[in-house]
């Protein structure tokens, strides 16, 4: 989603005017229910966000991060 957003920025008034503010996202923190892949934990990382998940990928009751 951001490499859209960052693509429609050149064109877009409201598009360079969000990645405009996404350094004002550091400090907050963001909560999701599936697992992220360490791609997405980075990108929110140098974002300055901190990220937390849900660990309920279960096989045979192990939790396993792909």
Same mark, same amino acid.
């Given at each position: 989603m951001l490499i859209a !957003?960052?693509? #429609? +920025? #050149? #064109? *877009? =008034? @409201?598009? %360079? %005017? +969000?990645? $405009?503010? !996404?350094r004002s996202l550091a400090g907050c923190d963001v909560h999701t229910t599936t697992i992220l892949g360490t791609v $997405? =934990? *980075?990108?929110? %990382? @140098? !974002?300055?966000i901190s990220v937390t998940s849900e660990p309920r990928f279960l096989r045979k009751q192990l939790y396993h991060k792909r």
């Amino acid at each position: 989603m951001l490499i859209a !957003l960052s693509v #429609s +920025a #050149s #064109s *877009d =008034e @409201n598009a %360079r %005017r +969000a990645i $405009d503010q !996404l350094r004002s996202l550091a400090g907050c923190d963001v909560h999701t229910t599936t697992i992220l892949g360490t791609v $997405d =934990e *980075d990108i929110f %990382r @140098n !974002l300055g966000i901190s990220v937390t998940s849900e660990p309920r990928f279960l096989r045979k009751q192990l939790y396993h991060k792909r």
